[in-house]
């Protein structure tokens, strides 16, 4: 059982250039989250989708953007890479109001 | 405005001893409060919650209406313990909410 799966693990970007972070999940959840950790400063929300094709802006959505097609997809899309984005992103998927979020394994991502 | 607060960023402990990771809220209405743990080299899971009312690995949790606390509490710290918790809320069900997290350290 996968549960909730995040590609990459690791990434170097340059300042500008653009990626998009993947993230899957197996449980047929309807709600579906991107935070990042900055240290010291816990997990913030970026965005969130109570699904598919519903999405919504967390706290600290500026500089990304989201899509999802697919129940089971929810990537999150870096236009321009910014220092300011160098963070530990995590994903994760719930059923939904009040019910336990099942987390990716983190991608760490800096940006130089 | 900061729905969840942990005011411990380092907690130290001895093996053994108790321990409590302090958390408060902000929030109105009826929320669901949660505990995670990230062990070193892994991902968040779920520690507890308050709605079930369980016991996980020694550790509980209750929630406190009047003092906006959902206080994690365990009688006797084991080094396994030894890890980053979070408090979380959840509202209405669209979001969570978690805090800036605890680094518990239980010294052998």
């Known amino acids: 059982n996968a549960g909730v799966t995040q590609t990459p693990k690791f990434r170097i970007l340059k300042i500008g250039q653009s990626m998009t972070l993947q993230c899957t999940q197996d449980?047929?959840?309807?709600?579906m989250y991107w935070y990042r950790q900055d240290p010291g400063m816990g997990l913030k929300l970026i965005y969130y989708?109570?699904?598919?094709?519903?999405?919504d802006k967390g706290e600290v959505p500026n500089g990304y953007n989201v899509s999802r097609s697919t129940t089971e997809d929810f990537p999150l899309r870096l236009e321009l890479a910014a220092p300011s984005q160098t963070s530990v992103y995590f994903c994760?998927?719930?059923?939904?109001?009040?019910?336990?979020?099942?987390f990716g394994q983190g991608t760490r991502l800096t940006v130089v | 405005a900061q729905r969840v607060t942990q005011p411990e960023k380092l907690l130290s402990v001895f093996k053994g001893a108790p321990v409590e990771l302090k958390c408060n809220y902000s929030?109105?209405?009826?929320?669901?409060l949660f505990w995670y743990v990230q062990y070193s080299r892994q991902r968040l899971q779920l520690l507890l919650r308050?709605?079930s009312r369980e016991s996980i690995k020694g550790f509980t949790a209750d929630l406190n209406k009047g003092e906006t606390s959902f206080h994690l509490k365990k009688p006797f710290a084991q080094e396994e313990d030894s890890a980053m918790y979070y408090c979380?809320?959840?509202?209405?069900?669209?979001?969570?909410?978690f805090g800036t997290g605890t680094s518990l350290t239980v010294i052998p």
């Open positions: 449980m047929n959840h309807n709600y």
């Open positions: 308050h709605i």
């Open positions: 979380a809320l959840s509202d209405t069900g669209n979001q969570f909410y």
């Open positions: 989708s109570v699904g598919a094709g519903i999405t």
């Open positions: 929030y109105s209405g009826s929320p669901e």
């Open positions: 994760a998927s719930s059923f939904g109001g009040y019910t336990e979020a099942f």
